[in-house]
């Protein structure tokens, strides 16, 4: 089993920062690729980044490309996203995910749907 715990969503204004954090637990082969996903009121859930733990492989939704940045800190099994230059249409609850899905499906953003969530953190930008 893998357990994923959220933190540091918040309110912030456009063209503010927040850095989330994802504290992970469980089997590290059922955690081998992580991701951030996020989901609007009304809008489909989308992915947003994603890493393969043991390469450092990453993906980026179009969307978010030069302005968010995954990482991962394996001492203290966290994962990360760096939000920078936040518009309000960044607006939404965000997840952690993860599973033991190969690198190609990791690092190319596709695949099925991740095994393990967290419960979300909510990101507010306001104009």
């Known amino acids: 089993q893998v357990q994923l715990v959220e933190s540091g969503g918040g309110s912030v204004q456009a063209g503010g920062s927040l850095r989330l954090s994802c504290a992970a637990s469980g089997d590290r082969y059922r955690r081998a690729c992580m991701s951030w996903f996020r989901q609007a009121p009304g809008k489909e859930r989308e992915g947003v980044a994603a890493?393969?733990?043991?390469?450092?492989?990453?993906y980026y939704a179009d969307s978010v490309k030069g302005r968010f940045t995954i990482s991962q800190d394996n001492a203290k099994n966290t994962l990360y996203l760096q939000m920078n230059n936040l518009k309000p249409e960044d607006t939404a609850m965000y997840y952690c995910a993860a599973d033991g899905r190969p690198a190609l499906y990791c690092s190319g953003g596709y695949g099925p749907p991740f095994v393990y969530w967290g419960q979300g953190t909510q990101v507010t930008v306001s104009s």
């Open positions: 890493i393969y733990t043991s390469s450092g492989s990453t």
